[in-house]
């Protein structure tokens, strides 16, 4: 890294690389897991029944708590 920096390159995430809240929301997987949250699954019920990681079911439930707040 230190010897792409040298070189005037950039390391890291791209700029404008990272999506909104609503952005991530509205993709297919977190719109069915805000349905099972809702229907009253447990998170890891909820992982399993969608088929994705219980961190990301956290994540999702993190993001549409902070869009009611």
Request: hydrophobic residues 40%; positive net charge.
């Amino acid at each position: 890294m230190q010897r792409a920096k040298n070189w005037g390159g950039h390391v890291g995430r791209p700029i404008g690389s990272t999506t909104t809240d609503d952005d991530f929301l509205a993709k297919p997987s977190s719109i069915a897991i805000d349905d099972a949250l809702t229907r009253g699954l447990s998170i890891r019920a909820t992982a399993k029944e969608v088929g994705i990681s219980p961190a990301t079911v956290q994540k999702v439930k993190a993001a549409l708590k902070k869009k009611d707040i």
